[in-house]
């Protein structure tokens, strides 16, 4: 599990790094924060959606796009997994 997110920060770090021109991640990065926050918040709209009245499989996939959108955002940011983590790890310490 934790592998795949890391594999996909990794994925989404270099196409922010080095952008190939048919990559979707790669044009978010070019369309700016705003845009990729706002592709967040379409996403955590469709989850909300999706947990109120559509089958698991349609929960997974909007999930998986709102996992998606939230580490595009966060390379966009420079913050990483690791400090998502640590910071999810001090709040549990506490």
């Not at 997110?5 to 790094?17: N, P």
């Not at 979707?24 to 592709?39: D, M, P, W």
């Not at 983590?85 to 709040?91: G, I, N, V």
């Amino acid at each position: 599990m934790t592998e795949t997110l890391q594999y996909l920060e990794t994925v989404i770090q270099e196409r922010r790094d080095n952008p190939p021109p048919e990559s979707y991640t790669a044009s978010l990065f070019a369309a700016g924060e705003n845009r990729i926050a706002q592709k967040l918040g379409e996403e955590a709209i469709e989850v909300i959606v999706a947990a109120l009245g559509q089958d698991r499989s349609a929960q997974v996939d909007e999930f998986a796009d709102l996992f998606y959108h939230a580490l595009v955002l966060m390379a966009r940011l420079d913050i990483s997994l690791a400090d998502v983590c640590a910071e999810l790890e001090r709040r549990h310490r506490a």
